[in-house]
């Protein structure tokens, strides 16, 4: 009798100390998380700006109509649901949006918005996303019909990136724009910047985003903290000096996993890295001498030397990141071949070799270390490289200027083969860096982005990207891996695979 | 009373046994063996290492010391040990020639003005105030943000701001030396300005502008590595000390060796120069001892 009793209490004991555990893996409401960026944002107007650090500081301030999810799809936004036709898409709204001035969002404030990004006198970076359209009017508050001047395949995505939000008209009339009081309908509200310093971000009440029922946000407050320096970065976590970093340095991944109160996440990202070649300054402007180059750089000892084998991803012969539908079925360049490289060179009238200059930035690893692996590289076929390095701030307008022979940069798309071809390659585009103009590609590409037939559209882009390959405009290095890492208490972050810092929207915090 | 006037108007590094005194004396030889060591070493390169101190050997990257390797390989595979000895090729060449641009110009520009006073001396004395008022790597790193990074353009920036503190020591000299007995004698028995200048003047003192000089060679040696690290100095691949701490810190947490070469190679470089110049110093007038 008695050893049944002490059984059953045993039981109902053991069945007790379930509830506990269950109860720690549901989200928790509260906390700061301090986080640590690599650099300041240029501006805080989304729609002006080109810069990531802006875009990833502030894309949790603003919503888009639509959005990228964690695996790459696009989700409702702002806008709940759509229909489309070939030049004609309608969008209706979410019904309790506010911004963070109070004010409700209507159909009026998603023109207006367009329109600004469209507007020639705004000069946004983004103009080009939206050159397809005729005309944007907003059909009663929550209806809003776009239409276009031809069929417009990649419309959802530019209208998905995150730069391309929803504003406040009255706000950027009164400001003259977004810089000093950034107003937004996202899950949390701007409060304050200082440079060079910290970036504060705090919990809207009002957003209308839930993550299974459950209001968000579930943090009280986001301090963005700025870490130039990648090693400082990494070792501010290691401390618990902050909770959460972007771009892990390919030197500090492995030591930070081996770390038992951190936890790294990511992978593959939507960027690509190559050798800039800029098409018009002899004798880059000899398809051979370009080819050579293809031929004679070794990808795999730059990722595994200079990105500690985790950096990137050996390019796959595309900008398109591989596994992704449209990415090019094969690469030409599929090995080194050092003597084809040569005979291009002497077919070129290059057989003794030229000198070049080879502008890096300082500023980011991954876009630096790899010079000198491509100086011996090309050194071997009578290349004699010297580099230059600068830091960001004095790189990067010079090289958005085209005032460099040869650099190492890239850029990343978001889903649509149009984001990673069209930029970088079009005829005149913003992106295309190389002065790169080919009559083919550029039909091609603009057949692509009239067609919405996804396995014609694939043909098309399966064409412009051999064409790519056999211009050589660039020298196509790796696909990027970016990471992020936190301590173990943060907990819900997910890592988007094209550089966006949405998973801070459900991130919440064990202590 | 005239023999001990006379006596004192011989240059006091002339005076006999300073040379004697110099070997004999332990900080002058410690710092002396660092400094041949390091000059042996830059000079003789070549011959004390089969390595090319700029082509990448990816497979070895990242080593620990060994044989072949004593002070391990950097992140490209290359060896950091003769990396170390052709840097110390340009961390010298750098210092040298930016410390005697600035003698050249500064310790001049402070002697003239030291020996005849007036407006001029009024003028370069604001010139060196505005200079001094700066932090000097502040004003270096100005300097080359304008003008460009590059080889020459850091040794001419650091010949900038060392010009003003020479000057002053040049100058401090001159007047402690202007108003001697010596000096008032050969006017008074008319020699020129100039005569007096070259035969009394100069000879005696020199003295601080050497131990000046010495102590400046070690602050340039520390200020082109500074530089060199932030990325203004010599460009890569070529070896300079301070960018392969900068390099050596971005892998830290895979192995410290990269880093550790060039800073050892910085610390001899400099301790043999401040042990040199105190003990420079020391010899050739104690009444220095304590500024």
Do not use: C
């Amino acid at each position: 009798m008695r050893t049944w009793f002490i059984v059953i209490l045993a039981g109902l004991l053991l069945t007790g100390l379930q509830p506990l555990e269950a109860q720690t893996t549901a989200p928790v409401y509260g906390g700061t998380l301090r986080a640590g960026m690599q650099t300041d944002p240029v501006g805080l107007d989304p729609h002006l700006t080109n810069a990531t650090a802006t875009r990833n500081m502030m894309e949790n301030v603003f919503d888009t109509l639509v959005m990228i999810d964690s695996e790459g799809k696009v989700v409702p936004g702002l806008a709940e649901s759509w229909r489309a036709s070939p030049l004609t898409w309608t969008f209706t709204l979410r019904r309790n949006v506010k911004f963070h001035n109070g004010r409700p969002m209507t159909a009026d404030d998603v023109v207006y918005s367009i329109n600004r990004i469209r507007d020639p006198a705004t000069k946004s970076p983004r103009a080009g996303d939206f050159a397809e359209i005729e005309s944007i009017r907003a059909t009663g508050p929550y209806g809003v019909t776009i239409r276009l001047k031809r069929p417009f395949s990649p419309l959802l995505a530019k209208l998905a990136f995150s730069t391309n939000v929803i504003v406040p008209k009255e706000v950027v009339q009164k400001d003259g724009d977004l810089n000093t009081n950034p107003i937004g309908t996202g899950p949390f509200r701007f409060v304050s910047y200082t440079p060079q310093q910290r970036l504060v971000l705090v919990r809207s009440g009002d957003y209308w985003g839930t993550d299974q029922g459950r209001r968000l946000p579930y943090l009280v407050r986001i301090e963005f903290v700025f870490f130039p320096d990648a090693v400082a970065r990494a070792t501010a976590l290691r401390t618990g000096a902050v909770d959460w970093i972007e771009y892990v340095p390919s030197s500090e991944v492995q030591s930070l996993r081996a770390d038992a109160n951190i936890e790294v996440v990511g992978g593959l990202s939507a960027n690509f890295r190559a050798l800039y070649i800029n098409n018009t300054v002899p004798p880059f402007n000899n398809v051979k001498v370009r080819q050579a180059m293809a031929w004679a750089i070794n990808r795999k000892e730059i990722i595994d030397t200079a990105l500690f084998g985790v950096g990137g991803i050996e390019s796959v012969g595309s900008t398109i990141p591989p596994k992704n539908f449209y990415t090019v079925s094969r690469n030409v360049y599929d090995k080194v071949d050092l003597n084809r490289a040569r005979q291009l060179m002497a077919e070129a009238g290059q057989a003794n070799g030229f000198d070049a200059e080879l502008y890096v930035t300082s500023t980011y690893d991954f876009l630096r270390t790899p010079a000198e692996l491509i100086q011996a590289q090309l050194g071997r076929i009578g290349i004699r490289l010297r580099i230059v390095a600068a830091d960001w701030s004095v790189y990067l307008p010079t090289a958005l200027a085209k005032r460099f022979t040869l650099t190492i940069l890239g850029t990343s798309g978001q889903s649509d083969p149009d984001d990673f071809l069209y930029g970088s390659f079009k005829t005149g585009a913003p992106l295309n860096l190389n002065n790169f103009s080919d009559a083919e590609v550029d039909r091609l590409l603009e057949q692509g982005r009239a067609t919405a037939d996804q396995a014609a559209r694939k043909r098309i882009y399966e064409q412009v990207q051999l064409r790519v390959q056999e211009m050589v405009p660039m020298v196509l290095i790796f696909h990027s891996t970016q990471f992020e890492a936190v301590r173990k208490h943060v907990r819900g972050f997910q890592h988007w695979p094209n550089t966006s810092y949405l998973g801070l929207r459900t991130t919440w915090l064990s202590r | 009373m005239a023999s001990s006037t006379l006596a004192s108007a011989t240059s006091s590094i002339a005076r006999p046994g300073v040379r004697r005194r110099l070997l004999r004396h332990p900080g002058a030889r410690i710092g002396g063996v660092l400094l041949l060591a390091v000059l042996a070493g830059a000079l003789l390169a070549p011959l004390l290492t089969p390595y090319d101190p700029v082509q990448v050997a990816p497979p070895q990257r990242l080593q620990g010391p060994s044989g072949p390797h004593p002070l391990g390989t950097d992140l490209y595979g290359r060896d950091t040990l003769t990396r170390v000895l052709y840097g110390g090729r340009i961390s010298l060449a750098v210092a040298g020639l930016a410390v005697l641009l600035s003698l050249l110009v500064g310790g001049v520009m402070g002697i003239v003005s030291g020996f005849w006073g007036g407006w001029a001396d009024a003028l370069m004395m604001r010139l060196s105030d505005i200079m001094l008022a700066f932090p000097a790597i502040l004003l270096a790193i100005g300097l080359l943000a304008f003008l460009g990074g590059g080889f020459w353009n850091v040794v001419l920036a650091i010949a900038i701001i060392y010009t003003a503190p020479l000057a002053r020591v040049g100058r401090g000299a001159v007047i402690s030396v202007r108003h001697e007995e010596y000096v008032e004698a050969a006017r008074a028995l008319g020699a020129s300005d100039l005569r007096i200048l070259g035969r009394h003047v100069l000879p005696n003192a020199t003295a601080p502008l050497i131990v000046e000089t010495t102590l400046r060679l070690a602050l340039a040696i520390l200020a082109e590595a500074a530089l060199s690290f932030l990325g203004l100095g010599t460009q890569p691949p070529a070896p300079t000390w301070g960018q392969m701490i900068a390099e050596g810190r971005a892998v830290m947490t895979f192995t410290s060796w990269p880093a550790i070469g060039p800073g050892l190679a910085i610390t001899m470089t400099v301790l043999g120069f401040n042990l040199l110049g105190d003990a420079v110093r020391d010899v050739l007038d104690p009444h220095l001892r304590g500024t």
